[in-house]
């Protein structure tokens, strides 16, 4: 069974900055996708960023240029720079990854950010 266990979030000022870090327990290289969602009250959960084959990458449009998906294979770890943070950025962030036709989910990260 993959653990994925998100850490990093917290409270913020708008247009601060915060990163998100996703362990995994097995090797990421093994994974056909990973990245983070996220949820806000109310709203259903969002592409945030994930890596989809080898090293691309698709943003969801709301946080292109503020936010970078990164990883580092050694420590089967991905992270979520957030940068230029908004109010509306504020949600529980999850980190997801796929393998095969299985889906694994962390237990999310509350990201707040303040206006």
């Known amino acids: 069974q993959v653990q994925l266990v998100e850490s990093g979030g917290g409270l913020v000022q708008a247009g601060g900055s915060l990163r998100l870090s996703c362990a995994a327990s097995?090797?990421?290289?093994?994974?056909?996708?990973m990245g983070w969602y996220r949820q806000a009250p109310g709203k259903q959960r969002e592409l945030v960023a994930k890596?989809?084959?080898?090293?691309?990458?698709v943003y969801s449009d709301s946080v292109k240029g503020r936010f970078t998906i990164s990883r580092d294979n050694a420590k089967n770890t991905v992270y979520l720079q957030m940068n230029s943070l908004k109010p509306e950025d504020t949600a529980v962030y999850y980190c997801?990854?796929?393998?095969?036709?299985?889906?694994?989910w962390g237990q999310g990260t509350q990201v707040t950010v303040s206006s």
């Open positions: 997801t990854a796929t393998r095969r036709l299985l889906n694994f």
């Open positions: 097995g090797h990421i290289s093994s994974f056909n996708t």
């Open positions: 890596f989809i084959s080898g090293a691309s990458t």
